[in-house]
């Protein structure tokens, strides 16, 4: 079963807003990553955070980690139109090695 | 890097028959390697996964079955396809060592009529 659940499930913004989305997961975590698809390709990786990590910037992300609440947002600062994708958070369990377990993914619209 | 073809892009099958989807990955020796399925909408469900040749592990119970002829190449298969397999299938391996960041191919787009 995924473990990781994102909300919301769509998010439609305007350009140069900003856009934040939620991951929540059941089991104690060695790391919590977020990935992005676009329509009809593969995944891309786009940030890692670490069990021990509260807070993580590349560029316009902003990730943050809340091992007590079980939960994590990712935050996309200045949207651009070509932000538009499906978003995606990934957890790998204590117990589960290399695999991950992904959500049920955040579609997020951004119009220019 | 890794990169990970997937062949072929799309496929339109009709119930009953066979399939084969084929993975292959550059760059990397020993890789894991990983099938998910997405249904549309959806997140992906894990299928399969590999840490090395012959060696697979299936994480759903299903019509589907998966190989590792070489180190490098991963195959999907079904003997009789159903609609339910319909989806997006994505081959994945992993960057080798912890934190596992995960490296996607491009999909293959299955739909069974």
């Known amino acids: 079963s995924q473990q990781g659940e994102e909300d919301p499930q769509a998010l439609s913004i305007q350009e140069g807003e900003n856009a934040t989305m939620n991951c929540s997961y059941k089991?104690?975590?060695?790391?919590l990553q977020w990935y992005r698809q676009n329509s009809g390709r593969g995944l891309v990786h786009l940030i890692l955070?670490?069990?021990?990590?509260r807070e993580k910037h590349s560029g316009r992300l902003r990730v943050t980690l809340d091992t007590s609440k079980k939960s994590s947002s990712l935050l996309i600062t200045a949207s651009r139109a070509a932000d538009t994708a499906s978003y995606f958070c990934?957890?790998?369990?204590?117990?589960?090695?290399?695999?991950?377990?992904f959500g049920e993914g955040t579609q997020l619209t951004v119009n220019p | 890097s890794q990169t990970i073809h997937q062949w072929p892009a799309t496929l339109v099958q009709p119930v009953g028959s066979p399939l084969s989807l084929e993975c292959t990955v550059e760059?990397?020796?020993?890789?894991?390697l990983y099938w998910y399925r997405q249904a549309a909408g959806r997140g992906l469900q894990l299928l399969f996964y590999?840490?090395?040749?012959?060696?697979i592990s299936s994480e759903v119970p299903q019509n589907l079955s998966a190989s590792r002829p070489q180190d490098r190449q991963f195959i999907l298969s079904s003997k009789k396809l159903l609609l339910s397999d319909s989806g997006f299938y994505l081959c994945?391996?992993?960057?080798?060592?912890?934190?596992?960041?995960?490296?996607f191919g491009p999909g293959t787009r299955l739909t069974v009529t």
């Open positions: 990934a957890t790998d369990g204590k117990t589960s090695g290399s695999r991950l377990t």
């Open positions: 089991t104690s975590i060695n790391n």
């Open positions: 955070i670490r069990s021990n990590e």
């Open positions: 760059g990397t020796s020993n890789p894991n």
């Open positions: 590999s840490v090395g040749i012959g060696q």
């Open positions: 994945a391996t992993n960057s080798g060592s912890p934190p596992y960041e995960q490296y």
